[in-house]
């Protein structure tokens, strides 16, 4: 596929030769091009260059600015300071870049996508059975859900794993109280909503909890359903299956209040890996990574040690021969790697989960399993803050419910709607606020650097102040309402017109999607993105300010910048879409 060749591509192509002419052997010199406030852009590889050649670099610069072909994509080039160019881009090139952008059949907007896509294998959204998703799982599914869409459209090849919580003691409590109380769970799935399925776990485990700390009889016969569950016992499976059943219930209700799209195929939890377990030790025994110690299967580290100055080891198995997490993520590991052939597993987790990690990383390391061909990366993040700068919690101490927190920004962002909305129906307003709540949630999340903690402050997420996401959603909704109200007259390229500032700034910043993109996406850093979007909609309210478009100077004029405010709004609208965000037509 060829994709839109960028401004900033085109200017550096020319900057090339003109240094390869200066300079023959200086051909394939980086000319290290970036945008500039003194000029479109600024070429600053001269400086290294010259220090290399024992060259004045002033005067080079001088002899590279003479070969440069100035006319239809470089209006102009200048020597500044000790040697730097300042470049800057001819008018009707910004048009025609606008122009091809709007004429891609894919709409991708300038993106490449890769020829030869890696596997990258992203563990994110990790919910726990039988148990309420609160504010903590908030961030590894949207931060996850944004890395997902961001490495697909780039043209990664991208398996997605949820590694839910569904084994472990706490089941055996679980299926022995439901064996003893079999009408409990006596429904078929399709007839309880989510919430109603959480209500149910969630009073059946309170019952189980109760029994289990007060009865030491049940006690006893729950801590041998364990055992039954781990031998692979028909009846103990199904009555935990049940379990399992329920939870996807509320999780997939969770989760379309999310608006995220989670697959049953991609929900690979602990017990999906339990026949692995037994080999994954033999081959960290025999390999010698892992050694016997005080019964227990220990992997240790140099640098990981106690408050006693004593080594922390990775237990993979216990020494009553359980297995623990570490076992598990190891088998995921050499799943992942084997069977999936992935070139990258990516672990969207908690930084607080990063010693564990590191110590597996380093044991698969070991191994043989990760190595120059295949890494492991875990994309850390922080924790979601109170206003009080706390873990956010109730005011009773509690975590907070996912659901009550996410409803609640819908209905304060309704309420923004309603006040806003001139001609939406209340099923309009409700559909709207649904987008803009839920966006601004994920928003206020994505802005935010992966590995900061950050503050769940909803009034300030749903303002239309501020770099929020309904800052940008109503710059989107203004552009779509400029466009039905020019009717007949089409968005059209006219290079010859003489470009405002505002429209050159907003054009080279559309230039840059690609390179926004593809930065955040290397990274796997959504904010990078926001960022990228939060100056697109202000360029674009500062045009809409000092540029008028539909009483512009004349019908070429008014069809220019129609093109500008429609590839505007593609790259907002596709920009948003990567973050897993809607971009309404109208507020």
């Known amino acids: 596929m060829t994709s839109v060749t960028s401004l900033s591509d085109s200017v550096q192509q020319h900057l090339s030769s003109a240094l390869t002419a200066a300079l023959p052997q200086a051909a394939g010199a980086d000319p ?5 406030d003194r000029a479109d ?45 300042n470049v800057t881009v001819a008018d009707g090139a910004i048009v025609r870049n606008l122009a091809a952008r709007a004429a891609d059949p894919e709409g991708r907007l300038g993106v490449p996508r890769a020829e030869r896509p890696a596997t990258t294998v992203v563990d994110y959204a990790q919910p726990n059975v039988a148990k309420e998703m609160h504010v903590g799982h908030l961030r590894s599914a949207v931060i996850g859900d944004s890395v997902v869409q961001l490495l697909e459209f780039t043209g990664e090849s991208v398996v997605r794993r949820h590694h839910i919580g569904d084994w472990g003691t706490q089941f055996g409590m679980l299926i022995q109280y439901l064996d003893e109380h079999p009408g409990e769970l006596d429904h078929e799935a399709s007839e309880v909503s989510g919430e109603e399925a959480m209500s149910n776990l969630d009073r059946l485990y309170k019952a189980a909890r109760a029994l289990f700390d007060s009865d030491e009889e049940f006690k006893t016969r729950a801590r041998r359903r364990v055992v039954d569950l781990q031998a692979g016992d028909p009846h103990t499976l199904a009555t935990w299956q049940k379990f399992v059943d329920e939870s996807k219930i509320y999780f997939f209700s969770v989760f379309d209040k999310l608006d995220m799209e989670i697959r049953d195929a991609d929900i690979v939890g602990e ?14 025994e025999e390999s010698g990574v892992a050694v016997r110690s005080e019964g227990a299967l220990c992997v240790f580290f140099d640098d990981v040690k106690g408050p006693d100055g004593n080594p922390v080891p990775l237990i993979v198995q216990k020494s ?16 992942r790697v084997f069977r999936l ?18 110590m597996v990383f380093e044991t698969a390391r070991r191994a043989g399993w990760l190595g120059e061909d295949v890494t492991a990366h875990q994309l850390a993040f922080g924790t979601v803050l109170g206003a009080d700068g706390k873990p956010f919690k109730t005011r009773a101490g509690e975590t907070v419910r996912l659901v009550d927190l996410l409803d609640e920004a819908v209905d304060r962002a309704a309420a923004v709607v309603r006040e806003k909305a001139q001609d939406l129906s209340e099923a309009e307003i409700a559909e709207r606020g649904a987008q803009v709540g839920i966006g601004a949630v994920k928003y206020a999340d994505l802005s935010t650097s992966a590995n900061r903690d950050y503050k769940f402050d909803l009034d300030q997420m749903v303002s239309l102040n501020g770099d929020t996401s309904v800052y940008l959603q109503y710059a989107y909704a203004r552009i779509q309402s400029i466009l039905r109200k020019a009717g007949d007259v089409a968005p059209a390229a006219h290079p010859e017109l003489e470009l405002a500032p505002a429209e050159r700034a907003l054009g080279l910043h559309v230039d840059a999607f690609a390179e926004a993109v593809a930065d955040a996406a290397a990274e796997y850093a959504p904010h990078k993105l926001t960022a990228y979007l939060y100056q697109l909609a202000s360029l ?48």
């Open 271 to 284: 017990s999906g890996y339990n026949d692995m377990l037994a080999e994954t030790c033999r081959l960290l």
């Open 32 to 36: 290290l091009l970036r945008r500039s």
């Open 341 to 358: 052939k992935a070139n990258t597993l990516l672990y969207v987790v908690d930084a607080r989960q990063s010693l564990h990690f590191k």
């Open 320 to 335: 009553d021969g359980g297995y623990g997490y570490a076992a598990t993520d190891l088998s995921a590991i050499r799943d």
């Open 540 to 587: 674009y309210t500062t045009f809409y300010d000092k540029c008028p478009v539909l009483k512009a100077e004349s019908p070429a004029q008014v069809e220019n910048r129609l093109l500008l405010c429609d590839v505007t709004a593609r790259t907002l609208h596709r920009g948003m879409a990567l973050l897993g965000i809607r971009t309404p037509e109208r507020l």
């Open 41 to 85: 852009y600024q070429a600053n590889g001269i400086l290294a260059l010259a220090k290399k050649e024992k060259a004045n670099p002033r005067e080079l610069a001088t002899q590279v600015a003479s070969h440069v072909v100035t006319g239809e994509v470089i209006a102009d080039v200048e020597v500044s300071g000790p040697g730097f160019l």
